[in-house]
């Protein structure tokens, strides 16, 4: 137990060695030979004992660092974490946690940019790696971010039901905020089911939350069209609309239906609230 | 009177308890009836905008008293206080009420970056004058005092000259803060350190501490580890009597983060630190029951 002052280093001294040695990637020894420094170097600094050196407790911190921030995110990319296997994972992380150190005091928003690193990593690159790991990282992490996103009060089919034709027309509407589109250049559904290798096919996404929990499913281009409008204020009379232009067909009767198919859809999905 | 009200006897709200407790919150017919008197939640897993997590803690804060225990205001960084976050934590405290704010005494930022950790700090003047000054600003910023916590430590640093509770004692003199005493973080940082956990506990002073955590921890050998993977240990139960021998009845929490079992027996721990707490104390003071009831604890707590 320390009794008495003694002469030291300052808090910021003592914190800016200890974040650089704590983070290295390859542990306090190595990172301490790196800065040209011997191994019992800490020992001024840390008080060590008969059961754990000054090196081997900063090591414990260095550890928990490292796997905290590997477990969160192999539990918030579960099937990137399959597709490139343990040992893969690790050494991306590593990587990761390199290029894009912590910043957030959330550990909710530590894999928030590992979907765009890993464009840039050679994992996911077109060339030896496999480009779609990108796609599916940032598919597992829009369902993360929908998971807690803004809440709104869906439209209901009964509301729908209550209304005159005519008001039916005019109601104002939007999509929910708990949603998102994702261009895609890869059919993920195999992979994301936990098996095969996906083939090139663009296609996308609709993403978004029902209650507690986050769907998401492959849309055509004309319920494409309506999706966009929908994120700003629109009435359902206009997306119908929107989606006859969206199409190649002239029976108009037969369009209406297929897009109150959609809007129906959307509202059994909770997709829609009251603009 | 007490700065910090005994809320009675609670559990850290975690997402495998969600259901299971807000029903039998809701089935219980009195407040005695109640599986929990509070629930403290994690501040940071409810900085979010909304979907469950926001939708039960609503919930379970319409039938007790909520505290919020943070992990990242790093106290003892030398980087700036990161005011979006305290932003943040004022706004959730806006909403949720709380019977009172905590964090840790630590640090876990430095140059703009976080390591999601509880890092030790040297016990020295240096380091007292710069959390103090950060600690009365966060009091300034939340308008309440806030209760700091001991955190498990795994070194301590040759040029420290003050012992932990020594300054955390004058940490609550300079500012006003109260303390959130973990006892286990006391029991792993003692066998780890080899110092009296008695001694931390006399150390303090006997109207400081408005909050008790109790977890489990796990022998590595060569260290304890601070792990809430386990029940209580009887080490940590027998200092949590002394706890209670020398504080009084001070509102007492149930932690328990990784391999987390059905809520039962969570709460069964929480009912075994009340019923110790009644044999220490005797009839001396009432105890056990909650003290405040649901959306006043924030406002009983204004500076």
């Keep these: 137990m320390p009794s008495e002052p003694r002469q030291g280093p300052s808090l910021a001294e003592v914190q800016a060695l200890l974040y650089e040695l704590m983070t290295a990637p390859a542990g306090v020894a190595p990172a301490l030979a790196a800065r040209g420094l011997a191994a019992d170097a800490l020992d001024g600094l840390i008080a060590g004992d008969h059961r754990l050196g000054a090196v081997a407790r900063l090591d414990l911190y260095a550890n928990m660092y490292f796997f905290r921030i590997l477990d969160v995110l192999r539990e918030e990319f579960p099937r990137l974490a399959a597709a490139l296997g343990g040992d893969a994972f690790h050494d991306l992380i590593t990587d990761y946690l390199l290029a894009a150190r912590p910043a957030h005091p959330s550990l909710r928003e530590v894999g928030a940019r590992l979907p765009g690193f890993l464009r840039t990593h050679a994992s996911g690159q077109a060339g030896g790696g496999r480009p779609w790991l990108a796609e599916l990282a940032a598919l597992e992490r829009t369902h993360r971010e929908l998971f807690d996103a803004s809440d709104a009060d869906p439209l209901t089919m009964a509301a729908l039901q209550g209304l005159t034709p005519e008001a039916f027309a005019t109601l104002p509407v939007r999509l929910i905020p708990a949603h998102r589109l994702l261009g895609q250049a890869f059919e993920l559904s195999a992979v994301w089911e936990g098996g095969g290798s996906p083939e090139a096919c663009p296609e996308t996404l609709l993403v978004w939350r029902r209650d507690a929990t986050v769907h998401h499913r492959a849309v055509t281009t004309a319920e494409l069209a309506m999706l966009r409008r929908a994120a700003e204020p629109v009435t359902l009379a206009d997306l119908c609309q929107v989606f006859a232009g969206a199409r190649t067909e002239t029976d108009d009767e037969a369009l209406v239906a297929e897009a109150f198919q959609i809007i129906a859809r959307w509202v059994d999905d909770a997709l829609l609230t009251r603009a | ?303």
Excluded: K
Aim: glycine share 8%; charged share 20%; aromatic share 6%.
């Design chain 2, 1 to 303: 009177m007490r700065r910090f009200p005994h809320l009675g006897h609670g559990i850290g709200l975690r997402p495998p308890h969600y259901q299971p407790l807000l029903q039998a919150l809701r089935a219980a017919r009195s407040p005695l009836e109640r599986p929990v008197d509070w629930v403290e939640i994690i501040s940071e897993n409810f900085m979010v905008e909304g979907g469950n997590p926001r939708a039960v803690l609503r919930r379970i804060r319409a039938e007790v008293p909520v505290v919020m225990h943070g992990v990242s205001l790093s106290l003892g960084s030398v980087d700036p206080l990161d005011e979006q976050y305290l932003q943040a934590l004022r706004a959730l405290a806006r909403d949720v009420e709380p019977a009172w704010i905590s964090d840790h005494l630590c640090w876990s930022s430095f140059g703009g970056h976080t390591g999601h950790d509880l890092w030790p700090l040297p016990f020295t003047e240096e380091a007292l004058d710069h959390v103090a000054a950060r600690v009365l600003t966060v009091q300034e910023r939340l308008q309440r005092p806030v209760l700091i916590e001991n955190v498990s430590s795994y070194l301590q640093f040759a040029h420290a000259g003050i012992t932990e509770w020594e300054f955390l004692s004058a940490l609550v003199a300079r500012t006003g803060c109260g303390l959130l005493l973990d006892v286990n973080n006391v029991f792993v940082s003692a066998h780890n350190h080899g110092f009296s956990a008695q001694a931390f506990l006399e150390g303090l002073p006997p109207d400081s501490v408005g909050q008790i955590h109790l977890a489990g921890h796990r022998d590595e050998g060569t260290h304890l580890l601070d792990t809430h993977d386990h029940p209580v240990c009887d080490g940590v139960w027998d200092l949590y009597r002394a706890a209670v021998t020398r504080f009084g009845g001070v509102a007492t929490l149930i932690e328990r983060d990784e391999d987390i079992p059905p809520l039962d027996e969570v709460v069964a721990e929480s009912r075994r630190a009340r019923a110790l707490e009644r044999e220490v104390l005797g009839a001396l003071e009432p105890v056990g029951g909650p003290t405040v009831t649901p959306g006043v604890g924030a406002r009983a707590h204004a500076l």
